[in-house]
C-alpha cells in the first residue's frame, strides 16, 4: 500500500511513503524492529524501553500490558511517530518513520492514524458535532456534517450533538472522542487507557462500542491498558516489564 504524502506538494513536505524494500513483513501495518528509548535523569541515562520487536498485522487487535511504568504509554507514542526512538525503527502503514521529519510525520497520523486517550481530549470550545467534524475537515472532506453526524448516531449521542465537553458525562466525552477517532477512517487506531477515568460499568460499554466499530472499519487496533477485561477482547496481549518484552499471549481459539 501506499500512502499517498507526496500529493502536499505545497506544504514543503517531501518524503517517499512508499514501503520500504527492508520491510520484510509486508503484511504488518505496525512494525517495530530493536526499539530503544533513553532519556537522561540527575543519575544517568535512564532506559525505559530495551530492545522491543514485533509486528502488527493489518486488522489485528493489540493489547500492551504491564506494571506502570513498564513503558506502555512511551512504546504506543513511538509506535504512532509522536516521540523519536534512541534506537531501532518503526515501520507504520508501509512507511519507515525514521525517514520522515516531524511535518512528515504529523501528515502520515492525519491521513492514516486515530487516537483515543484516557483523558478524552476533546477542544472545549467545540461542541461533540464540531469535534467529530475537524478532522473531517482537515481532511479537505466535504460532507465532514453529515458524517460526524452519522458517527455520534452510531455511538448514541446525535441528540448531544450541539452540546459542548462540560456538558457530558465522562462516559459520553469518550464516545465522542470514539467517534472523532474513527471519522477519518483510520488504518491504525492507538488507544492509550480508553476506559481509566470511567467507572466499570460505563468502561465496558465503552470496550463493547470500541470494538464494535473497530470490526465495522475494519482498522487495526493498538491499545494499552491495566484492565485485564479490555486487554481480553484483543487478538493479542503484548507484556512489557520493566522496558523490556516480557512474553506475548493470543486469544483462544
Known amino acids: ?10 506544504s514543503g513536505i517531501s518524503v517517499t511513503a512508499a ?4 520491510n520484510r513483513e509486508a503484511d504488518c501495518i505496525v512494525r517495530a524492529e530493536r526499539l530503544v528509548k533513553r532519556v537522561a535523569s540527575p543519575e544517568g541515562p535512564l532506559v525505559i524501553l530495551d530492545d522491543i ?3 502488527i498485522a493489518r486488522g489485528e487487535s493489540v493489547a500492551v500490558v504491564g506494571a506502570s511504568g513498564s513503558g506502555k504509554s512511551t512504546l504506543l507514542g513511538l509506535l504512532a511517530g509522536l516521540d523519536a526512538p534512541t534506537g531501532g525503527r518503526v515501520w507504520l502503514a508501509g512507511v519507515d518513520l525514521g525517514d520522515l521529519d516531524e511535518d512528515g510525520r504529523a501528515l502520515l497520523r492525519a491521513q492514516r492514524v486515530g487516537f483515543v486517550f484516557q483523558s478524552f481530549q476533546l477542544l472545549t470550545g ?11 475537515e482537515l481532511a479537505g472532506q466535504t460532507e465532514a456534517r453529515r458524517l460526524a453526524l452519522e458517527l455520534l448516531d452510531r455511538v448514541g449521542l446525535k441528540a448531544r450533538a450541539r452540546h459542548y465537553p462540560a ?8 464516545r465522542v472522542a470514539i467517534a472523532r477517532a474513527f471519522a477519518g477512517d483510520p488504518a491504525v487506531l492507538f488507544a ?15 470496550v463493547e462500542l470500541l470494538f464494535a466499530l473497530n ?11 491495566h484492565d485485564p477485561e479490555l486487554a481480553a477482547y484483543c487478538d493479542r496481549i503484548l507484556e512489557l516489564d520493566d522496558g523490556r518484552l516480557k512474553g506475548e499471549r493470543r486469544k483462544a481459539g
Open 126 to 136: 467545540l461542541t461533540a458535532l464540531e469535534n467529530v467534524m475537524l478532522p473531517l
Open 1 to 10: 500500500m501506499r500512502v499517498d504524502l507526496d500529493r502536499e506538494a505545497g
Open 192 to 206: 492509550d487507557e480508553p476506559t481509566g477515568n470511567l467507572d466499570q460499568k460505563t468502561g465496558h460499554r465503552i
Open 19 to 22: 514501503p520500504r524494500a527492508d
Open 215 to 225: 470490526r465495522e472499519q475494519g482498522a487495526t487496533l493498538v491499545l494499552v491498558t
Open 53 to 55: 520487536s514485533f509486528g
Open 167 to 174: 456538558q457530558l458525562s465522562g462516559g459520553e466525552q469518550q
